[in-house]
Structures are given as structure tokens and as C-alpha cells.
């Protein structure tokens, strides 16, 4: 017999210098003892601005999931969203989008310390579009729709293990993706004139092999939290045709006060590969204030952009 629902909700409001993002999103979790799982529904509506782009979209997805034995999981996923952009850049117009995602996932137990987890979906969605592009000879017109299909799947092995202290955790894995293509179709018109066509983005797929060691907490006698995870991988990513393999490392820290609520955050994430190097820095600060919580960003990327954020948590 389902209980009642375990519900969250949350209000959550991001502003940078680049414009602003608000979120609402809830979570809904019922025990059902008739088939000894769960069943979890959830959602989220948002709207952002930024730099010439205004985007309302709202998402829904449910899960259920249920223990087949003591040591395994299983569950399926569906969901479906919904977009609304505004564009005002190097375009003026709209761009609306439809789309929907399910799919399978599970776990297991395989020894004592060794784990198993898998998942499989697949995606599909339409978008349509009408925009007009300001030219000298006159104003061009562009519109139609475009339709996108995509299959995924991964697969891993994770471990936890205690070694003088320390909480190791091994995880290997693979990851991939595959699309047969998108189609769009467009009319493009300017001043009376009008020409239409098709084109398709031929077939495209991605993988990724991957491997990881974190180690959960390097502070035994320290309330602050201090981990690193590094990995290594070889990929071939999504629409390429080059197999790169690399090296890379995330190391996070933490600080929270118990009595007041006050946290401080630190993490840097860098990897590199042929031809390809990524980094992050991003520190944030945060206080509760007005029966929720607000909260500094400030990130540094790759290409050095710098972007600053403050955010409003509210669960009601």
C-alpha cells in the first residue's frame, strides 16, 4: 500500500553579471510496500536571461524504482519538458521546444565492498522556430522545426574500502551515446522571395571509457572536508572522429558551522588530453538569512571568464 508522499519544494533565485536565473522545483517520494520501492515524482519550472536569450521551461519526470532482492535495485525513468526561448541577439524571434526521455537504470550488490550500475534511455523532441535576421538588402525570415532522436546507455563498477583510516572509492565505467541524426526543415524569405529545404545532421555517436579514485575525506580530525578524486579516461566525443585519452583530478573543500548554518566551499577541477585542456575554480559562501539560504559564487573557467553569482534557496 503506497504512504504518504515524503514532498520537497524549493525556490531558488541565481543573478550574475550576465543576467538572471530563477527556479522552482519539487519532489515527491512514496513508499510503496507492494512492490517494496518507491515511486518519485518531480519536477522544475525556470526562467533565464542571458545575453540575448530569454528561456521559460518547465520539466517532469517519474521514476519508480523497487528492490528485486536484498542486494539489487531496479527502476524506470520518464520525463518529458517544455521550452519557450526569446531571442534578441544576432536574432530577433522565437524558438519553442517539446521533447521526451525514459529508459531503464539499476544497481546491485556484487561483494561485500564491490557495486554494479547501469542505465539505458532514450531521447526525442521537436523544436520549431521563427526568426528574422536584419540584413542591408532587407530583413530575412527564417523558420521551421528541427526533430532530434538519441539513445544512451552506461555502465560501472564501485568500490568503498578502508585503508589506514581512509575511505577509498574506486569507480570504472563507460559511457555512451549514439543519434541517427537530426532533420530540420526550413523556409528562409526576404522581400517576397521564398525558398525551402531540408537538411539532416548525418549520424553521430560518442564514448567514453573512464576511471576514478576518490578519497572521501583527507581531514580524519577536522569538521571540514577535504576530498580529491583523480581520474583518467579515453574518449571519443560526441560528432568527432579523433580517440583521446587524458588524465584529471577534482579536489573539493568544505567548512559549515553547525550552530549557525554558515558554510564555506571550495573546488577545483582540472583535465587534460591532446589538444584539449579544461579547468574550473569556483568558491562559494553562504548564510542562512530569511528562513532560507543565500548563497556567493564565484567561478573561473577554462576560456578565464569569470562569472559571479548570488543566490536565494527557500524551501516551502
Same mark, same amino acid.
Given at each position: =500500500?503506497?504512504?504518504?508522499?515524503? #514532498?520537497?519544494?524549493?525556490?531558488?533565485?541565481?543573478?550574475? &553579471?550576465?543576467? #538572471?536565473?530563477?527556479?522552482?522545483?519539487?519532489? $515527491?517520494?512514496?513508499?510503496? /510496500?507492494?512492490?517494496?520501492?518507491?515511486?518519485?515524482?518531480?519536477?522544475?519550472?525556470?526562467?533565464?536571461?542571458?545575453?540575448?536569450? $530569454?528561456?521559460? =521551461?518547465?520539466? #517532469?519526470? !517519474?521514476?519508480?524504482?523497487?528492490?528485486?532482492?536484498?542486494?539489487?535495485?531496479?527502476?524506470?525513468?520518464?520525463?518529458?519538458?517544455?521550452?519557450?526561448?526569446?531571442?534578441?541577439?544576432?536574432?530577433?524571434?522565437?524558438?519553442?521546444?517539446?521533447?521526451?526521455?525514459?529508459?531503464?537504470?539499476?544497481?546491485?550488490?556484487?561483494? @561485500?565492498?564491490?557495486?554494479?550500475?547501469?542505465?539505458?534511455?532514450?531521447?526525442?523532441?521537436?523544436? $520549431?522556430?521563427?526568426?528574422?535576421?536584419?540584413? @542591408?538588402?532587407?530583413?530575412?525570415?527564417?523558420?521551421?522545426?528541427?526533430?532530434?532522436?538519441?539513445? +544512451?546507455?552506461?555502465?560501472?563498477? $564501485?568500490?568503498?574500502?578502508?585503508?589506514?583510516?581512509?575511505?577509498?572509492?574506486?569507480?570504472?565505467?563507460? &559511457?555512451? @551515446?549514439?543519434?541517427?541524426?537530426?532533420?530540420?526543415?526550413?523556409?528562409?524569405?526576404?522581400?517576397?522571395?521564398?525558398?525551402?529545404?531540408? #537538411?539532416?545532421?548525418?549520424?553521430?555517436?560518442?564514448?567514453? +571509457?573512464?576511471?576514478?579514485?576518490?578519497?572521501?575525506?583527507?581531514?580524519?580530525?577536522?569538521?571540514?572536508?577535504?576530498?580529491?578524486?583523480?581520474?583518467? +579516461?579515453?574518449?571519443?566525443?560526441?560528432?568527432?572522429?579523433?580517440?583521446? /585519452?587524458? =588524465?584529471?583530478?577534482?579536489?573539493?573543500?568544505?567548512?559549515?558551522?553547525?550552530?549557525?548554518?554558515?558554510?564555506?566551499? +571550495?573546488?577545483?577541477?582540472?583535465?587534460?588530453?591532446?589538444?584539449?585542456? !579544461? !579547468?574550473?575554480?569556483?568558491?562559494?559562501?553562504?548564510?542562512?538569512?530569511?528562513?532560507?539560504?543565500?548563497?556567493?559564487?564565484?567561478?573561473?573557467?577554462?576560456?578565464?571568464?569569470?562569472?559571479?553569482?548570488?543566490?536565494?534557496?527557500?524551501?516551502?
Amino acid at each position: =500500500m503506497p504512504q504518504h508522499p515524503d #514532498l520537497v519544494r524549493d525556490l531558488n533565485i541565481q543573478g550574475e &553579471d550576465t543576467g #538572471l536565473t530563477a527556479e522552482g522545483s519539487f519532489d $515527491s517520494e512514496v513508499r510503496d /510496500c507492494a512492490i517494496d520501492g518507491w515511486r518519485i515524482f518531480s519536477g522544475s519550472t525556470s526562467y533565464l536571461t542571458d545575453e540575448g536569450i $530569454s528561456q521559460g =521551461m518547465f520539466k #517532469l519526470n !517519474y521514476r519508480v524504482e523497487r528492490f528485486v532482492t536484498n542486494d539489487r535495485v531496479s527502476g524506470w525513468f520518464a520525463g518529458i519538458y517544455g521550452s519557450d526561448d526569446t531571442i534578441s541577439g544576432s536574432a530577433t524571434g522565437s524558438i519553442n521546444g517539446f521533447g521526451v526521455n525514459g529508459g531503464l537504470y539499476g544497481a546491485a550488490r556484487l561483494d @561485500a565492498n564491490l557495486f554494479a550500475d547501469y542505465y539505458l534511455g532514450a531521447a526525442a523532441g521537436r523544436h $520549431s522556430f521563427d526568426l528574422d535576421f536584419e540584413r @542591408a538588402q532587407g530583413t530575412i525570415n527564417a523558420e521551421g522545426l528541427y526533430d532530434y532522436y538519441a539513445l +544512451f546507455a552506461g555502465a560501472a563498477l $564501485s568500490g568503498q574500502f578502508d585503508v589506514n583510516d581512509y575511505v577509498l572509492a574506486p569507480r570504472f565505467g563507460v &559511457d555512451a @551515446a549514439w543519434s541517427p541524426g537530426g532533420e530540420a526543415w526550413v523556409t528562409a524569405s526576404r522581400a517576397g522571395f521564398e525558398d525551402s529545404g531540408a #537538411l539532416s545532421t548525418g549520424e553521430v555517436s560518442g564514448l567514453r +571509457f573512464f576511471g576514478e579514485l576518490g578519497v572521501a575525506d583527507l581531514l580524519l580530525d577536522d569538521p571540514a572536508v577535504l576530498s580529491i578524486t583523480p581520474r583518467f +579516461f579515453c574518449e571519443r566525443a560526441i560528432g568527432s572522429d579523433d580517440n583521446t /585519452c587524458g =588524465m584529471g583530478a577534482k579536489l573539493s573543500y568544505e567548512s559549515r558551522n553547525e550552530v549557525t548554518g554558515d558554510h564555506v566551499g +571550495f573546488e577545483l577541477d582540472v583535465e587534460g588530453a591532446k589538444g584539449r585542456q !579544461y !579547468y574550473s575554480v569556483g568558491v562559494n559562501v553562504g548564510q542562512p538569512m530569511f528562513g532560507g539560504n543565500v548563497e556567493t559564487n564565484v567561478g573561473v573557467g577554462a576560456n578565464g571568464s569569470v562569472d559571479l553569482g548570488l543566490s536565494y534557496t527557500a524551501a516551502f
